[in-house]
């Protein structure tokens, strides 16, 4: 269980800029990481005709997955969205500090991760998932070649979080944050919510449900979880918060 708000700022309400005006989005991507969304492209390109309601292919063959216990997220590839193509891909420490670490000193984000500081907080955060057992995967969210997101997919049944309510084998957690405040405010979140709820039923046919936890004062977040298909199931007081435990059931995902 993250010691911080799952789900911050998913998308539904603008924040202010930096005493620069500088938006978050102004980085070079790494030259690893514009390899790696070439590939992407690439493989998006060569398939049939993507509409909205399709999605890109969903594994390359011969890909490496990532051992974890999420069914190997590096492998899941592109999804088409109405924000454009969108791929998790699992974070590398040595090219991604940075990039999240300054998320994380945004006071629209660190209002709910307190993660500001200098990047060895950051790194204090990522680590233990990196090293740990496979159990929760940090990724960035990178829409239409851009890195504009940060999100942890996680084994709920196997967090902490499970004795708090009546959990099920396989619930797959989400926890996420809008990186950018040009991406903010426009519905982004509620799009690569549902986006990314719908890769995790698709790759791990164990799972039933999708859960996340935002803090029950992020009423932006909680509205881009019910807006992409999540109900409302209960509240629970975490250590560090009272939380909205939001649920997408793989039953009613073509109904919500």
Not at 194 to 209: E, G
Not at 214 to 233: C, K, M, Q
Request: hydrophobic content about 40%; glycine content about 8%.
């Amino acid at each position: 269980m993250s010691p911080t708000d799952a789900s911050t700022d998913a998308g539904t309400e603008p924040a202010a800029t930096g005493a620069d005006g500088a938006d978050t989005l102004d980085l070079r991507l790494p030259d690893e990481l514009v390899a790696l969304l070439a590939e992407s492209d690439e493989r998006t390109s060569r398939a049939t005709h993507i509409g909205h309601g399709e999605r890109a292919p969903d594994h390359t063959p011969g890909a490496v997955a990532v051992e974890d216990l999420l069914d190997g997220i590096a492998a899941w590839g592109p999804t088409a969205t109405d924000a454009g193509v969108f791929q998790l891909v699992p974070v590398r420490l040595e090219r991604d500090l940075p990039l999240i670490s300054r998320w994380m000193n945004d006071p629209a984000v660190a209002a709910f991760w307190e993660l500001e500081g200098p990047e060895a907080v950051t790194e204090a955060h990522l680590r233990p998932q990196l090293d740990g057992d496979g159990r929760s995967v940090p990724c960035l969210g990178v829409l239409d070649g851009m890195p504009m997101s940060y999100w942890e997919i996680y084994r709920a049944d196997l967090d902490p979080l499970a004795r708090l309510y009546p959990s099920r084998p396989h619930d797959t957690g989400i926890h996420l944050l809008i990186g950018g405040v040009v991406n903010r405010g426009r519905g982004l979140g509620t799009a690569l919510l549902r986006a990314v709820a719908d890769l995790v039923l698709d790759h791990r046919p164990a799972c039933a449900r999708v859960i996340a936890e935002p803090d029950l004062r992020n009423t932006p977040s909680i509205s881009a979880f019910l807006s992409a298909g999540f109900r409302f199931s209960a509240e629970v007081e975490l250590p560090d918060k009272r939380a909205a435990l939001m649920i997408r059931d793989r039953t009613l995902r073509a109904v919500l």
